[in-house]
């Protein structure tokens, strides 16, 4: 089971939908069935108590509750508890992570991060999976390593890669 976020999008993802499912994505459609605007899978928490931290979430947010299970809460608020979760903790991933979206002053590419809705460091969450559980650098192949999906990656390939695919 799963704790799930789910964003409205038409009010920029401020109204945010704290539940529990097994298949997230067939909860996000069903949802989306009966919604005017486009609801956005935010993250979720994979964890055997997905009931109880789903009611201390309810309780945490209930100043700011709207109705059912929405509450008025901000993608940002909800992040330091996916930070929590570590390699329990994913973030919807963006589909265009790393590519580069513009350059700084010295020229150094600035790129788009794995979250759209808030700025993780780049070790902190897995550009493949959005596990958060903090990419652990391993000397042997000066690569970084996620536990949770098993890739490994220096952040650059990506990045690369991309940019083969514009050319
Ligand atoms: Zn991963």
């Given at each position: 089971m799963a704790v799930y976020f789910i964003g409205e999008e038409e009010s920029g993802c401020c109204r945010i939908k704290i539940g529990v499912a097994k298949d997230i994505e067939k909860r996000r459609s069903n949802l989306q069935t009966g919604s005017p605007s486009e609801l956005r899978l935010l993250g979720w928490i994979h964890t055997e108590a997905a009931f109880e931290l789903e009611r201390r979430l309810h309780q945490q947010f209930s100043a700011a509750?709207?109705?059912?299970?929405?509450?008025?809460?901000?993608?940002a608020d909800i992040l330091p508890i996916l930070r929590r979760a570590t390699s329990e903790g994913f973030v919807a991933r963006n589909?265009?992570?790393?590519?580069?979206?513009g350059y700084d002053r010295d020229a150094v590419p600035e790129y788009l991060g794995v979250w759209e809705w808030g700025d993780l460091e780049i070790?902190?969450?897995?550009?493949?999976?959005?596990?958060?559980?903090?990419m652990a650098f391993q000397d042997a192949s000066q690569m970084y390593h996620c536990i949770r999906c098993d890739a490994l990656t220096d952040f650059s390939e990506l990045s690369h890669r991309h940019n083969e695919s514009e050319g």
């Open positions: 509750h709207v109705r059912g299970e929405w509450f008025a809460i901000e993608p589909a265009n992570a790393f590519q580069i979206v070790d902190e969450c897995c550009p493949f999976c959005g596990c958060l559980c903090g």
